[in-house]
Nanobody, 120 residues
Framework: QVQLMESGGGLVQPGGSLRLSCAAS????????MGWYRQAPGKQRELVTV???????NYADSVKGRFTISRDNAKNTVYLQMNSLKPEDTAVYYC??????????????WGQGTQVTVSS
């Protein structure tokens, strides 16, 4: 069974930094795109950033220049380095990955979510 396990959320002051991690485990044949979404209270879940297996990344305009996504394919792990955090970055952050397990069709998998709170 494939699982995504996130870590690294927490409380940080405006202007601070946090690093999120998400590790995929289980019987995995291939991982394609990996990314991060977020959902603030009362709002819809939105795409923050996505990275291909080859390392090409795209970002939401709201986080460009402040957030950096990276991945370690050997560890099946994706990271999100968040700098210059703002109160409006407060949300639950979800890891997402397009995974093909062994002998099973490819589909999207989601992490359980990790809370990021930016407040003084």
């Amino acid at each position: 069974q494939v699982q995504l396990m996130e870590s690294g959320g927490g409380l940080v002051q405006p202007g601070g930094s946090l690093r999120l991690s998400c590790a995929a485990s289980g019987s995995i044949f291939r991982i394609n795109d990996m990314g991060w979404y977020r959902q603030a209270p009362g709002k819809q879940r939105e795409l923050v950033t996505v990275i291909t297996s080859g390392g090409s990344a795209n970002y939401a305009d709201s986080v460009k220049g402040r957030f950096t996504i990276s991945r370690d394919n050997a560890k099946n792990t994706v990271y999100l380095q968040m700098n210059s955090l703002k109160p409006e970055d407060t949300a639950v952050y979800y890891c997402n990955a397009r995974i093909q397990p062994v002998h099973i069709l490819e589909r999207d998998y989601w992490g359980q979510g990790t809370q990021v709170t930016v407040s003084s």
